[in-house]
């Protein structure tokens, strides 16, 4: 297999995966209009986790150098919610499953008859949408909302940004409004700018609904000195807040489906109050001084059973805020690392001790060591805004 052939596969797959969450519909396309103007971004929450639900049939094409791939699905989103349903199509036939609540995931693969069970439900939607409101107030230089400085680049792994981009210069603009497939939808653009000293030149174009702010299409161009990837994310025949059957979210796997469980060796609980689950941890639960405009969304415990390590108990406990741009979570567990920076780490200090900056995509990261514990404060923050925070949790 040539080395541009094996790109394709892999950016076929990591795409399919990744953006998924990026939604459009192609048909219909006008002239963008400059009349009128973006909402805030708080409106934009509010009304888009408003809706109850929506179905579309979500189609997503991959162009890579001279390869393209097509795939066809059938979803139902709730907005605000880790709540899911998707169905991929080939030929009219049912192909994968994927089903997800705010507790579990299950991807069931028909024709081979396997279901994979997992724990980590399909948050990184919200994360995408937080990423375009996020732009929104960028445009609308919304100084009363936690806007993130750094990075502001769209959420996706392996196809796209990655970490040679995070110092590079991006414009982002508001190009007006466009009717797709007979709906009204803001036009948004996100990219390099032009006078950027690189060989990797990336553009997104955002297509949100004007009246329920669903992404009803996405468009990315990625351009390197090896090869040319475009990506398209539709949305076709969207109903807004349908009447949905019983059940839909939750899955029974077949009685001869082979059933593998992610992290069967892992116990998680959620919990609505920093309260509660500091009356449920082992370990003591931090207390961080957090921006104003965060509040609290929930708190997590997962206690993991190690049998490689003498039957060893690892605890983790973490609490989650949330904004209309933003979610940042801060983490403790009973394990500590000694480790230096490496690559694009940076050596920080919190409260007299040492920790590390770790810039990622869409957020960045800040981990450091007391006496028997590790804390960890992730989002899409400065690494200021987030050494602050960590310098508020005591050890």
């Known amino acids: 297999m040539s080395n541009t052939r094996g790109r394709w596969l892999l950016d076929r797959q990591v795409l399919a995966v990744c953006l998924c969450a990026l939604l459009a519909v192609m048909a219909g396309c006008a002239e963008p209009s400059n009349d009128g103007g973006l909402p805030e971004s708080d409106e934009i929450a509010e009304t888009y986790e408003s809706l109850d639900a929506y179905n579309a049939t979500y189609v997503t094409n991959i162009s890579v150098d001279n ?6 699905s059938e979803i139902v989103i709730r907005p605000g919610t880790s709540e899911r349903y998707e169905r991929t199509l080939s030929n009219g036939s049912t192909q994968t499953v994927r089903v997800s609540n705010e507790s579990v995931t299950w991807d069931y693969n028909l024709s081979s008859q396997t279901v994979v069970r997992g724990f980590d439900t399909t948050t990184r939607r919200q994360e995408q949408h937080r990423q375009v409101r996020r732009v929104v107030a960028r445009i609308n230089n919304d100084e009363k909302s936690l806007t993130p400085v750094f990075p502001l680049i769209p959420l996706t792994s392996g196809v796209g940004p990655d970490a040679s981009d995070l110092s590079i210069s991006t414009t ?14 803001h036009v948004i653009t996100l990219g390099t700018a032009n006078d950027t000293q690189t060989e990797r030149t990336w553009e997104w174009t955002y297509y949100l609904d004007t009246q329920q702010f669903v992404l009803l299409e996405t468009e990315f161009s990625l351009t390197t000195a090896d090869e040319q990837v475009e990506a398209s994310q539709r949305l076709r025949n969207v109903t807004f807040n349908p009447g949905l059957p019983d059940g839909l979210f939750e899955f029974t796997p077949p009685a001869d489906a082979e059933v593998r469980n992610i992290g069967s060796n892992v116990e998680r609980q959620r919990y609505e109050s920093r309260e509660e689950l500091g009356a449920a941890a082992d370990i003591e639960v931090p207390d961080p001084d957090v921006p104003a405009t965060l509040k609290f969304d929930e708190g997590r415990r997962e206690v993991r059973f190690s049998p ?7 605890e983790e406990v973490t609490l989650r805020y949330t904004s209309d741009l933003a979610a940042l979570t801060v983490s403790k567990q009973n394990l500590t690392f000694d480790r230096e920076p490496v690559g694009a780490q940076q050596a920080v200090e919190i409260n007299n001790g040492s920790g590390i ?34 310098a508020s949790i005591e050890c």
Not at 67 to 72: C, S
Not at 172 to 185: L, M, P
């Open 357 to 390: 900056f770790t810039p990622l995509i869409g957020e960045n990261m800040v981990q450091w060591r007391c006496s028997n514990t590790s804390q960890t404060v992730r989002g899409p923050l400065s690494k200021q805004q987030l050494v602050s925070i960590a």
């Open 308 to 314: 490689g390590y003498a039957m060893r108990t690892t």
């Open 172 to 185: 982002v603009s508001y190009e007006g409004t466009q009717t797709i497939s007979d709906r009204e939808a």
């Open 67 to 72: 390869g393209t791939a097509v795939r066809t």
